[in-house]
């Protein structure tokens, strides 16, 4: 008896465009993407996810934009990293963002830095990271082109996140992306 075994061959042209396909099909219904210092009602899709960013200006009353020094504007650094909104005035500035699903609900926000030099003084700025009124980290950067990610899963105890940074008198606070995303509530149990 002759048996026949088929196995479904894929080529790796096939499989990575099958990968890429779910990377751009991926459900965003309980993301929250900030791209912070782009301009206010602006928005835009990443070109490696397809996930997409909004302006920081709904979620936030003060502070000030601006772009990276162009020296660090190239093409290897993400767009998300092109502006920051900093913080020169006030010793603590909150984000106030309402996930799609508050109070109970599980998610990972994640906080991510890179200076580039943004103010021309050259020195990379040290300060705090408070989720709400508790220290989340402190965040120490160590040249114009480091990236500093900040990351924790929380349990919303309300509808709103508050993320906020202050101000240790060693430079001033600034903030490249927030993203929050929703996890199953099963998802990191303790």
């Known amino acids: 008896m002759v048996r026949h075994n088929f196995l479904p061959l894929i080529s790796f042209g096939s499989f ?52 990276i020094d162009p020296e660090f504007q190239t093409s290897s650094v993400e767009k998300q990293f092109q502006n920051v909104r900093s913080f020169p005035q006030g010793k603590r500035n909150c984000y106030d963002v309402k996930p799609p699903r508050g109070k109970g609900f599980k998610y990972l926000i994640r906080t991510r830095f890179m200076y580039g030099n943004y103010d021309n003084l050259g ?20 040249n114009a082109t480091t990236v500093a990610t900040k ?22 606070p600034f903030l490249s992306v927030l993203e929050l995303r929703l996890l199953k509530t099963d998802t990191y149990e303790t």
């Open 123 to 142: 020195k990379a700025p040290e300060f705090d990271l408070y989720l709400g009124v508790n220290l989340w980290d402190s965040v120490i950067l160590d």
């Open 151 to 172: 990351e924790i899963i929380y349990t919303l105890r309300s509808d709103h996140v508050h993320v906020c940074l202050v101000d240790k008198d060693k430079g001033t």
């Open 16 to 67: 990575f465009a099958v990968l890429v396909l779910l990377v751009h099909a991926q459900d965003q219904s309980g993301f929250v993407s900030i791209d912070c210092g782009i301009p206010k009602d602006s928005s835009y899709n990443d070109n490696k996810t397809d996930i997409k960013y909004v302006s920081d200006a709904a979620f936030v009353e003060s502070g000030t934009i601006h772009s």
